[in-house]
């Protein structure tokens, strides 16, 4: 598949990062792309290792399988590191997002010998300042937006006003923080 994007996301059960996922293809969709958003389920429960995958790509999407080789990588619990090869598959000519308040260079031993780009943001601390609580799917979806180029700021966080205005509409109070949170994500990745 030309012109297509794979990613695939790494996070514990209750943390965000399937919703993040499906999140990234539906806004993707509402800009034109075709686009596909789904977790891999097994015994999932709270805080146990989750993955998720998304699909984004300007022509239609014919495979409906797993990612074995992404572009990409999310991982949205920085403690995985260690329990699940995050870099299986990752191609060197793509790039991992890590949340982690740590640098790039305390991360590296952890990545298992990869050499392709490593960004790292602090998702948790953006999400404590903006929402008062810790739920790094927000922030990471915006770095991972950043990081892939895959859609246009403006235009993501215009879409993302409209669905959180969708989603939270009966509790509004909370529209303003998680934009905020985006808006903080998208400066922050490094």
Do not use: C
């Not at 050499?115 to 790094?136: H, R, S």
Request: hydrophobic share 40%; no cysteine.
């Amino acid at each position: 598949m030309n012109n297509s994007l794979e990613i695939r996301w790494h996070g514990r059960g209750g943390q965000g990062a399937k919703t993040a996922a499906l999140l990234l293809a539906e806004v993707a969709f509402k800009t034109g792309k075709n686009a596909q958003g789904f977790p891999e389920y097994g015994p999932e429960r709270m805080g146990a290792p989750i993955t998720a995958y998304d699909r984004i790509s300007d022509e239609p999407i014919r495979v409906h399988s797993n990612i074995y080789e992404p572009q990409f990588v999310v991982v949205v619990d920085e403690t995985l590191l260690d329990i699940v090869d995050v870099t299986a598959g990752l191609r060197e000519d793509g790039a991992i997002l890590i949340n982690t308040s740590k640098s790039k260079e305390e991360i590296l031993p952890s990545l298992k010998g990869y050499e392709g780009k490593v960004y790292t943001i602090d998702a948790g601390q953006i999400a404590m300042d903006a929402l008062g609580k810790n739920f790094p799917n927000t922030p990471m979806l915006a770095a991972i937006v950043k990081v892939t180029g895959v859609i246009d700021d403006e235009v993501f966080l215009n879409e993302m006003e409209g669905s959180f205005k969708h989603k939270f509409a009966k509790k509004p109070e909370v529209i303003q923080g998680n934009m905020d949170a985006l808006r903080t994500a998208l400066r922050e990745v490094r």
